[in-house]
């Protein structure tokens, strides 16, 4: 998939769902030298919601909410500083 930025984004599938995905890192991300990485992502009924229940638990707000085609992201910090990505939208093709 193009990502519309200069990259691709692969899509990792299992049968016909969409499980997953991997990407170059960016050419920010190189030049910051930072190391390959993971993300889960969790899919929710509302980015706005789970952002408020976030802040309201002691996790904060990395970024967003980011419209894509299918659905909107956000990326949060738990209160040990662990990051993860929520999903609103989209789960299959």
Do not use: H
């Amino acid at each position: 998939m193009d990502t519309g930025e200069g990259s691709e984004y692969t899509v990792i599938k299992v049968g016909e769902r969409s499980n997953g995905g991997v990407r170059p890192l960016s050419p920010g991300e190189q030049q910051a030298e930072i190391p390959p990485y993971w993300v889960p992502y969790f899919a929710v009924e509302s980015l706005e919601a789970t952002f408020e229940r976030c802040g309201e638990l002691g996790g904060a707000t990395v970024f967003g909410p980011m419209g894509f085609p299918r659905g909107r992201i956000g990326f949060l910090r738990d209160p040990q500083g662990a990051t993860f990505a929520i999903w609103q939208g989209e789960l299959q093709d």
